[in-house]
């Protein structure tokens, strides 16, 4: 049983542009105050004052380079340390849209720490307090490729697939602690990410790139309705139904004490018998 989250403190990674600047407004405007993380400081205190003009919202701002381990422990060090968080919201990612052969293996590294070791690190600075008070939330910023690794960069779709499983399992872990978990599927997002990995996103996926505005605010309908994966961009509900059931229904048959039929090693006999055959 989940339980209401109260607008107490919301904390969002990533928060001085994109998708995490609309996830700060959107939440302001829900009652809660901020504590917005990113690494460009000028960014966020422009944020975080208009915010707190227009909204009337304490806001926070801790600049950080989550890719960097004393930035990433002053954050977890706050996370732990502040009774009045009620909603973590791990959007900062990277993306790359290069061939993995044709990446720098130091590039892809630093996407993984942005995008697999600091989400993980944050929530497990995050989620002990939330389950001694009996409430809170987690939304955490995956991507279409999570299930489609074939469109983009690999490193990038398995980081986003890490994302998705690692809140799978959280979601299993702590739906009956009180704590609401969700995954966000977005697909390509008009946002400053892509002109960081060096792709026009307009010009390469025409006619269908969402605004964040759109896709923060259906992200938090689906939240608000309880889902856990959300996708804002897929009409038919019932198709990320079909293919989660798929997937549950797999689940008995992926161990057992002996390997498949298919993988028998073939007896003496049989292979003399292939091979005349042959």
């Known amino acids: ?26 939440l302001a405007r829900r009652g809660f105050d901020l504590i917005l993380i990113a690494r460009q400081r000028p ?9 707190a003009t227009e909204r009337g919202r304490a806001v926070k701002v801790i600049a950080a380079d989550l890719t960097k ?8 060090e ?20 290069s061939p993995l052969l044709g990446s720098r293996a130091d590039q892809m590294e630093e996407m993984i720490a942005l995008n697999v070791t600091a989400l993980t690190r944050l929530t497990y600075a995050a989620v002990p307090g939330m389950v ?43 739906l009956s602690k009180g704590i609401a978990v969700q995954a966000v599927l977005p697909g390509p997002t008009r946002t400053p990410l892509w002109h960081t990995a060096g792709v026009d996103v ?23 309705a309880g889902e856990f994966a959300t ?15 798929a997937r549950v229904a797999l689940q008995p048959h992926l161990s057992a004490e002996k390997p498949a039929a298919r993988y028998r090693t073939p ?8 091979a005349q055959r042959v």
């Open 132 to 174: 001694a008070r009996g409430a809170g939330g987690i939304i955490n910023i995956s991507s279409i490729v999570a299930v489609a690794p074939e469109f983009l960069n690999g490193v990038y779709g398995g980081s986003k697939a890490f994302v998705l499983a690692f809140s799978q399992s959280l979601r299993h872990e702590l």
């Open 202 to 224: 307009d010009e390469a996926m025409s006619g269908r790139v969402m605004t964040p505005e759109d896709l923060v605010d259906a992200a938090l309908a689906g939240f608000d």
């Open 1 to 26: 049983m989940i339980t209401p989250i109260h607008p107490g403190t919301a904390v969002i990674t990533g928060a001085s542009t994109g998708i995490g600047a609309v996830y700060a407004d959107r």
């Open 78 to 97: 706050t996370l732990w340390s502040d009774a009045s968080i009620t909603l973590l919201v791990n959007n900062a990612g990277v993306a790359s849209a």
């Open 43 to 51: 960014l966020l205190d422009k944020l975080a004052q208009q915010i």
């Open 231 to 245: 996708l804002p961009a897929l009409a038919d509900a019932r198709m990320w139904e079909r293919f989660d059931a």
């Open 267 to 274: 007896t003496s006999s049989e292979v003399v018998g292939i």
């Open 69 to 76: 381990k004393p930035d990433l422990a002053a954050v977890e």
